[in-house]
């Protein structure tokens, strides 16, 4: 048994994957709810092969804890592969700056059915949630990483209430290696 989990967690540790494709497609959407609902994200994410569907649950359990995952079906060059990642997500006491709100994010990446095969990566995150008068404005900073490699990306957004428990969540996720470049989003956010 103890081969098993030494053989998990180099499986984890050692993961192989391609840093670009990593930073165009780590897409985080994930937000402070004020309630405790469960909540779904469906959307899309623009990259240079189109547009993707993303779809999303994120679950908070108490105030400050957050568990979710992403699930997006890619279509690169007529190969169907799918994309998700699950992160627990980490609300501490301690504010950066007054009016906003910190969240710090783990998660595990993975991309599967591809021509290139499996591959993973993991990401740290840090959020800021800023309510600004009626403007909700969530600013994402993640580094991705795996043993090979490590990119930074950036990822703004903005919650729009449509209804009681609906809101539309436009924003973009920016990369800066080997240039800068970004990939824009627009998701649709419901309470359960």
């Not at 497609?25 to 994930?30: A, G, T, V």
């Not at 190969?79 to 710090?104: A, E, Q, R």
């Not at 404005?137 to 990119?151: A, M, P």
């Not at 990369?175 to 800068?180: D, G, K, L, V, Y």
Request: glycine fraction near 8%; proline fraction near 5%.
């Amino acid at each position: 048994m103890k081969f098993l989990y030494i053989g998990i967690f180099f499986r984890f540790i050692f993961c192989v994957s391609d840093a670009s494709f990593a930073a165009e497609s780590s897409i985080i959407p994930f937000q402070l709810s004020p309630s405790s609902k469960p909540m779904l994200h469906l959307g899309g994410l623009q990259d240079e092969n189109g547009i993707n569907p993303v779809s999303g649950i994120q679950i908070q359990p108490t105030n400050n804890l957050l568990l979710g995952g992403v699930l997006s079906p890619r279509n690169y060059e007529n190969d169907l592969s799918l994309y998700y990642h699950v992160l627990i997500g980490y609300v501490p006491n301690w504010k950066l700056l007054k009016f906003s709100t910190n969240m710090i994010q783990v998660g595990m990446h993975r991309y599967r059915f591809g021509d290139n095969g499996g591959v993973r990566w993991f990401s740290f995150s840090v959020t800021e949630a800023a309510q600004i008068g009626s403007l909700n404005l969530n600013v994402c900073w993640n580094r991705l990483f795996t043993q090979q490699w490590e990119r930074n990306t950036v990822l703004v957004s903005t919650k729009i209430k449509v209804f009681r428990d609906l809101y539309l969540q436009p924003g973009a996720i920016a990369f800066f290696t080997p240039e800068f470049d970004y990939s824009p989003f627009l998701l649709m956010s419901i309470n359960l």
